[in-house]
């Protein structure tokens, strides 16, 4: 399975680059992770819980990241076992550039599956990668944005915290700048 996307994020270039890079950031954007851990440099382990048609696998992976390009370009590749569910992997080269409203974020997806998941045939295995990956971009942008970014419909939202800091306007009151749960976890 093949994807090619890209999106507009309003943040800046260096912002997005250190989300990418994070694996608190990664936990919450990655559809069903139950647990992620490591280092860019390291690459990442997580446990990801997937119903894929009629089969829900605990997947336990590893990310790699390669090819990186700092503020421009990476390459994330892993794999991820699945016991008797089968196996999937994949790779993702992900490309970073400014706007005027913000950084664009273009991503090549490659995927593959073996075992159980490869007999469910490539109609659904294609349908649900790309459902996950757009789940995923699409939390990686509103983690990033903040909370003025479009939420994922509420049986698929993200436990992700809400801010503590008020955008409305009261009184005449000067507006307050709202931040995503990202930019006050990167100190931004």
Known sequence: MELHESRVIAAPRSEVWNALLSADVL???LPGCQEMTGSPDDGFD???VQKIGPVKATFKGHVTLSDMVE???LKLSGEGKGGAAGFAK???SVTLEETPEGTKLSYDVN???GGKLAQLGSRVIDGVARKLADQFFERFQTAVEGDDAQSPPADEAPDI????EVSAQQDGDAPVEKKGWV???LGG
């Open 71 to 73: 503020h421009e370009s």
């Open 183 to 185: 930019k006050r976890l």
């Open 111 to 113: 995927a593959r599956v």
């Open 161 to 164: 915290p809400v801010s503590d």
């Open 46 to 48: 997580a446990v990801v």
């Open 27 to 29: 936990k919450e954007c």
């Open 90 to 92: 994949g790779d993702a």
